[in-house]
């Protein structure tokens, strides 16, 4: 009997991109709870690094980031990895179109901890990531 999709500990790599190791670390810590495996990176160039040499279901990425910010970023992941889905992280400060258009989701950080599951959650039922079979 097939079983829920819900009662699953969800699994997958998550890549965290932020300059603020304090972010990294609590995203890493809350989403490794709920089963993910995480990798993070303080810089864009050590995200892209990571994203070019392992297999990456979700990007978590913060917009507003020293040297490369989270459309110069996005661009090149979109490049690597066209098919991960990208949920940018902003600070409520104004995020330009062309960043958007970049990306599969935007969430506030002050919403972050109620609203990250359920995005990737999202992300994960969408065609661009397959669930696997749960048939017994």
Not at 18 to 40: I, K, M, P, Q, W
Not at 78 to 87: H, K, N, Q, S, T
Not at 123 to 134: D, E, K, T
Request: glycine residues 6%.
């Amino acid at each position: 009997m097939p079983q829920s999709v819900c009662s699953e500990r969800p699994s997958g790599v998550v890549l965290c991109i932020d300059d603020n190791r304090d972010v990294l670390e609590c995203e890493r810590a809350f989403l490794e709870s709920f089963g993910y495996t995480v990798l993070t990176a303080p810089s864009g160039g050590e995200g892209l690094e990571l994203a070019s040499t392992h297999a990456i279901d979700v990007v978590i990425l913060d917009y507003f980031m020293p040297a490369m910010n989270g459309r110069e970023v996005a661009i090149e992941l979109r490049r690597l990895r066209p098919l991960a889905p990208i949920i940018l992280l902003t600070e409520g400060l104004a995020v330009p179109e062309q960043a958007l258009s970049l990306v599969d989701a935007l969430i506030a950080k002050d919403r972050l901890a109620s609203h990250l599951l359920p995005t990737i959650a999202h992300l994960y039922g969408s065609a661009r990531i397959a669930l696997p079979s749960y048939d017994a």
